[in-house]
Structure formats: structure tokens, C-alpha cells
């Protein structure tokens, strides 16, 4: 296929990702650093948009020229307005694919679309998380060691308030004792969406190949196969005798 | 089991339900016709709200007291204040059973369960539906013949709107050419959920003694296994030396 | 991707199929038509085997170059010898893509993969069915018209017996009052697998080009991702410290 | 309800199992043990039989009797014969529960059930395993705290070759930094399955009062909601006028 993947790579992007601490590892703020390593894949071309841009970012011209919308937010989930959320729900619900990234399992865009509230437990400690591979054959696993490890990790554990999901690609094992189910899919009526839990800010999370790698498939996954424009309820006539 | 499930059940009850054509089919309102044939069985309570109600009819006293939320609204959908939605949505998740009825496949609280716009197509022409069951083994299912008529009935048609479901129980078939997944049943957190589709407001469906046994059954099926007080996201030590 | 699917059309070819009533819509066998249509795409090529065939058509070499596994039988399902089945289904969960048309519910193949029976009822009325898509953004529903008309079918009705579907892609609406979901997909460890309700021997489904879109399309969705060697159960290392 | 849920625990019961390593755990076997707790439940009649029993203990006059089947094997997968299992599965698909423990992930009827080769890694080290529930609202976890531990499991490891299961109920941490599903549940037509990870034989394992209640949940979860005598296809006459 010659036509390339959009995909916006959103980031609420607060005053705490220009300290030291995140800005070390990621000067011009994650989303740069995905966007950045998105673009360095032949069929995808990133863009970014942050809290602060005119409409937080997401205006409808901004999502129309969207098939994938990656999220990362932390301490801002509550100043995206409804209406914003409003916008992205229908995008998903009419196509869009949509990646949600660490965090973001409590912003309003991930519960919305969830009808969850996200919750799981957690432990900011820098420790050891190996992560599994439990659906070897699913695209976003593709390429992927059958289990890999991340020195530094905050800890998400089960258990985490989220549907059944449509597959589980990932489980993670943590230092501490506990375990979380680190990539799951589900769909939307017409969007796809993948949650993945790797990426606290203060870790070099996104520099890591393989953390690369598995995003730059789940974007090839979550691609729209169909966009539609609406979603309405037609009355309709028969189609055999009454 | 001693302990009664306490049902609610919800109707808009807005005036077109006031009007002949509903009246004289279920003169004192659905909501009415639906608890009554509930409270014949032994291990069922039911008490109904109206949207007139104060605070809506879904006050937290109100649903402190509810095991398993029964919703029935057309007209009104907009009408429901998002407070109310959020207090039904929040129960839910911590194990209030709910149950869907026909054109709550467009109310607030089904769509923000589902994150999806609940579409569909649909036609008012009293045509026959016979449903049909697909899981014959689920409680929901349990006494029901393998499929019934219902002779006058509004066609709501595929696609639906929803998430894959947890199990689809029911598929319907109309004379029109048209089919509906028609029974469905979803999980989120810790509340169980049933959709089902019969209950055009101008037909007796909720008189018809099939119909009855399969809310029975669904309410049974729905209610809490254990409810939860809060769904926070706790800071956890270590389980394990780090 | 330049790699061609390589695709292997199954059918039993059996005695029946050679008669007038079978042979007139298909002169060369359902195999053959099956294969030419899939050969008329450029990512695809397409054998065909059959039950005469030296090890039944599907012996080592031959599963070693398939990708995709289409399969018909009908009337000598018990035919295929147990180690054939086993052959198979091993190739499945390595990561063969299979494809099930119509009558196959009852190929012991399908019930292996399944662990069900496939039971459903049936009837050769030549009666019109219209199947309704129920997933519309599924790569196999791709491009297809939200619903289309097969005028003369041979019914299959629910309760079908299979395992919950990972999506249910169609639904079938039959002129005699029955539903079936007649596209289904699965998936066994690495291998995908579709059911495809259409096909009767003596209609010309398999030259509509609707059902030929839909096929061609559940050939690329099963493809294999990754292909292993074993499925073995390794005696591992720690990885941490015990 | 009064009547009590028959259950057959069956253990293959091999030499190994007389052994001193796993007789000073399991004294009478393992299958005598599982029965004795479940007996203690006014709810259950549990009966037991060994592979050495006539018929294999699986006779036809003794599964129609049984309810809910536990099967415990491992190094006597291959005694058990092909005309068992499939006495068992078509129990099994008419209604009758199963639940497998730990090792029953290779026997032939597990496999045959999921259509997969139950693959996975394993370690036997007397390791430390916590179990964590992922599905704290399912009947099988009710009463059952957040996580557990067990001090001394045997390590069985993701991936682990099972369709997507209905519901996963249990996710275990290992010690020496592995992770797997430990309860996941499936249906097969009508039969409800469990598949429970913890048990090796040389553990006491089942002596654990958790462990006891899980099994004691999945019994009451996985007794038959209507068992039926054959899984035919009929052929039916139409409903509606052709």
C-alpha cells in the first residue's frame, strides 16, 4: 500500500515533562521521541499535538486527517474538556485507531471508550518488568522476543478495571510481585484499539527498540480498514413483504 | 439464597407513554407491567423510578438499595443529566447488575457502558420477529423454546453498534428481510449487563409470558456477585524484595 | 508484501459431485472454481487437492507449502483418516490459516480445531437468504455491501454448535424463518481460521462474486503471521533469582 | 435448589503417584483428597475414579451421573483411550462441566476440547507463585483475596497454547520471573470448562483452604444449566411461507 499511515501522536505535555527528570530522557517531550522514531518507518508519518495547541490539539481538521491517535497523559487527564472527548469518541467509533500508553488507562478518551474505570495498583520503585508474549501470531506481536525485559519500570498490577479484552497480547511480571496484562486490543465498532502499558516518563522507555518496534505494529494494526462519516440510526423500508 | 434481589425499574415514562396507543397496552406505564410480573417471583423485588422523580429517580439512596438497574427510555434520552449518568456508570462498575430494554440501545448510560453509539436501523411496520437463541446453555436462556414469534414488533436491524459481546444469547429475525443481535450480554468491572431487544412501546411484548421468564432469567444472571465500594487506584509496597 | 499466499483448495470430490446436478455448476469441481477465482489475484496462488489424491491431497510436503487451508467436504467427512485430521490440525495451531466452507461444520477437521460438534439445522428449500455483515470494519467484510442476497440456498439455522466466536462477521437471514451466523472467525494458537456458511454443491454460490470477494479477503486476513516449528513444552531456567 | 451437584473427580493415579514424594502428600491420591473437601460442601457429591478402573473409570453409566468431571493426569496422558475421550467430550459438549487441573493442560481430553495443544514452559523448582485475580467479579473468584500465594508450586509459563479463553479469571507470578493464565474458563456448546493451573503432585497443594475454595466455586459455576441427550442436525421444515 503507497499511501502512509497518519498518525498523531498526542501528549498532554505539563510543566512536570519539562523537569529535569523527564526532560533528560526526553528533551522535546515523548511525543517528539515517538513521533521521531514513527517517522523513521517507511509507511507511517507522525505528527504531534499537545494540551496547550489551539482545541487541545484536536480540532476536527486536525482528526480528519487522522487514521491513528496515540495518547499519553498523566497529570492533566481532567483539564481535556468534554467536548474534545466528544470529538475523539466519534473519530474511534467511525474508524480511527487509537493507542493508549501507560497513563493513560485514566484519561477520559481510554474510559470513555471502555465504559471503565481504569483502575489497577501501582508502585513507583524503578523496578525490573519482564513482559510476556501470550498471543505469539497477533500482528503487534510481531518480530517481538517471546519475552523481554525493561530494567526500570513503575509498576501497573492487576487488577486492572478493563472489559474482557478482545485478545491479550502481553502479560507483564514485575520485581515486586505482580503481574498485569501489558497489551490488550479491543474494538470499537469501527476503531481499533490497543492499551500498553510500558512508558512512565522518567525512564527511557521509548528509546527501547523493542518498545518501538511493538508500536510501530500496533499502528500498523490499528489502521482504519473502513471510515465512515456517520453513525446514524436509518428508518428503513422492507426488504421482503409484509 | 434468602436475601431478595432488589431490582429497580427505570422508565422515562415521558407523555407519549400517556397517550392511548402505549396506554391501552400498558395503562399504568411499563415500568409498572415490568415490576409487577417481576414481584411474582419469590426471590425478586422490584420498585420502580420515573425521570420526573427527584434526582431523576436514581438518587444515591436509590441505588444503594439496587442490586440489578432495569432501564427502559426513547424519547427522553437527552433529558437524563449527566450527573445521573455518572452515578449509574460509577455503580456499575462496582457491581450493580443493569439490564437494557429496546431503545435504551440509544440512552446515555448504554452507550458510555459500551463506548460505542449503539447504531442501528430500525422500521415501525408491526412486523413479526422470531427470535432465536444461540447460547442455549446460558442462564438467560434457561426454559425458553428454542425460538418464538413475536407477531407485531418494531424491527431494529444489524449493524448494531456494540462491542463484541461477552456471549450473544439471542439473534432475532424479521419478517422484512432483516436479523439483530437481539440478546447480549457484556462485563464491565464488576457489573454484569444485559441488552435485549423486544419492547416496542405499542405492543404487549412485556405481557407475553416468554418475554417475562427471560428478564427473570436476566435479572437473576445480573445480579451482583460482589459489589465494591470505591475503585480507586491505591499505591501498593512491594510484595517482594526489590 | 511481494510473497505470494500460497493457498490450498480442499475437497472431497466425491462421487456426488461429479452427477449432472452438482456438475453442471461446477464442471471441473468446486476445488477448481474456488482456485481459478483466487488465481485471478495477484496475491495469490492457488492449488487445489483432493480426497483421491495420495495421502488424501495433504501430506507433509504439500501442508509444508500451504498457507491458507480452504476446505469442502459434505458427504465423506468420515473418509478423511484420523491421522490426516491430525496432520492437519497440527499445522493449524503452527500456523496455517483455514478456511471452512458451508457443509465443512461436520468435517472432522473443523470439530477438532473447534471442540464442538457443529450441530445446526438445516433444509434444501433453494430459499433466499440475505446475509447482513455484523462487523463491518473486519478485514474480511472489506468492501463488501452491508448486505447481499443468495437466491437460492440451502438453509443452516442456529443453534449452531461452535465455540463463542472471536467476531462474528455475518449473519445470515433465511426466507423460512431461520438466522445463522454464517461468518465466524477463530483462533487456534497460531492459526486463524473462518467459517463461511455459503456453498451449497448444486448453487452457484462460488461463482458470485460477492461470496468470491469475501473469500479472497478471508485468505489474506488468514495468512499466517509467523509459522513455528513445535509447539513443545520446554523444561526453562529461572530467570531471576530463586 | 436441593440437588446436590455430582461430582466425578478422576485421576489417572499412575505408579508414580503410590511413590513415598507424592503418598506423604496425598496419602489416598490425589482424587480422594479433592473429593474428601468437596464433600464437606452441602451442595456436592463427589465420587472419584482411577484410569485403572473398569472402563477407565469413564463408563457410560457413570457419566450419566456426573455433573461436573475434575480430571487430574500427567504421565499417563496416552493410557487414556481415543473411545474415552470421546465419550467425555461429547459429555462435555451436551452439558456436563469439566474442570482440569495443572497437568490435564496435555491430557487428550483437554486438548480436544480447545482445539489446541495446551503448549507451554515449565520449570519444577518449589518455586514461589502468586496468583492474582484478573476477574474479581466472577463467581469462581468470589471469596477469594486479591492475590495469594503458594510457597512451593511447580512454574508453568506463558505463552501457553489455549484459544482466547470466555473469561480469565487467575494470572500467576513466579518467583523465578515467569508468568501464566492460571484460571481461564471456555464453553463448549453446553458444557462450562475450567482450566486450573496450581497442583503439582508432590505439594500440598490441595490441602490449601483457597485453593479448596476455588475448586468448591468452579464446581457450583460449571454444574450444567440443561444437559440434552444428542447434538444432532435436524432437517427442518420452514417456518414462513417459501
Given at each position: 500500500m503507497?499511501?502512509?499511515?497518519?498518525?498523531?501522536?498526542w501528549n498532554e505535555y505539563a510543566d512536570d515533562q519539562k523537569n529535569p527528570a523527564v526532560a533528560n530522557v526526553y528533551p522535546k517531550g515523548m511525543h517528539i521521541t515517538i513521533a521521531d522514531f514513527l517517522n523513521n518507518n517507511p509507511d507511517i508519518q507522525a505528527k504531534t499535538a499537545v494540551l496547550a495547541d489551539e482545541e487541545q490539539g484536536l480540532?476536527?481538521?486536525?482528526?480528519?486527517?487522522?487514521?491513528?491517535?496515540?495518547?499519553?497523559?498523566?497529570?492533566?487527564?481532567?483539564?481535556?474538556?468534554?467536548k474534545t472527548v466528544k470529538?475523539?469518541?466519534?473519530?474511534?467509533?467511525?474508524?480511527?485507531?487509537?493507542?493508549?500508553l501507560h497513563s493513560a488507562h485514566k484519561s477520559k478518551p481510554f474510559m470513555a471508550l471502555m465504559g471503565t474505570s481504569g483502575?489497577?495498583?501501582?508502585?513507583?520503585?524503578?523496578?525490573?518488568?519482564?513482559?510476556?508474549?501470550?498471543?505469539?501470531?497477533?500482528?503487534?506481536a510481531e518480530?517481538?522476543?517471546?519475552?523481554?525485559?525493561?530494567?526500570?519500570?513503575?509498576?501497573?498490577?492487576?487488577?486492572?478495571?478493563i472489559p474482557q479484552p478482545l485478545q491479550t497480547v502481553f502479560i507483564g511480571w514485575f520485581q515486586g510481585g505482580n503481574v498485569f496484562r501489558s497489551g490488550v486490543t479491543f474494538q470499537r465498532e469501527y476503531g481499533r484499539i490497543f492499551y500498553f502499558q510500558p512508558g512512565h516518563e522518567t525512564f527511557p522507555?521509548?528509546?527501547?527498540?523493542?518498545?518501538?518496534?511493538?508500536?510501530?505494529?500496533?499502528?500498523?494494526w490499528a489502521k482504519p480498514i473502513v471510515k465512515v462519516n456517520s453513525l446514524d440510526c436509518p428508518n428503513v423500508p422492507p426488504l421482503e413483504n409484509l
Open positions: 503507497s499511501k502512509k499511515i497518519n498518525v498523531l501522536v480540532s476536527d481538521a486536525v482528526l480528519d486527517n487522522t487514521d491513528v491517535l496515540i495518547w499519553w497523559g498523566h497529570i492533566a487527564h481532567d483539564k481535556v474538556e468534554d470529538r475523539i469518541i466519534d473519530r474511534v467509533q467511525r474508524g480511527m485507531g487509537s493507542i493508549f483502575h489497577l495498583c501501582w508502585r513507583e520503585a524503578a523496578e525490573k518488568e519482564r513482559i510476556w508474549i501470550t498471543s505469539p501470531a497477533h500482528p503487534i518480530g517481538i522476543p517471546e519475552q523481554f525485559v525493561l530494567e526500570h519500570e513503575e509498576m501497573y498490577g492487576e487488577p486492572f478495571g522507555i521509548y528509546h527501547n527498540e523493542i518498545i518501538q518496534k511493538i508500536i510501530v505494529n500496533a499502528v500498523k
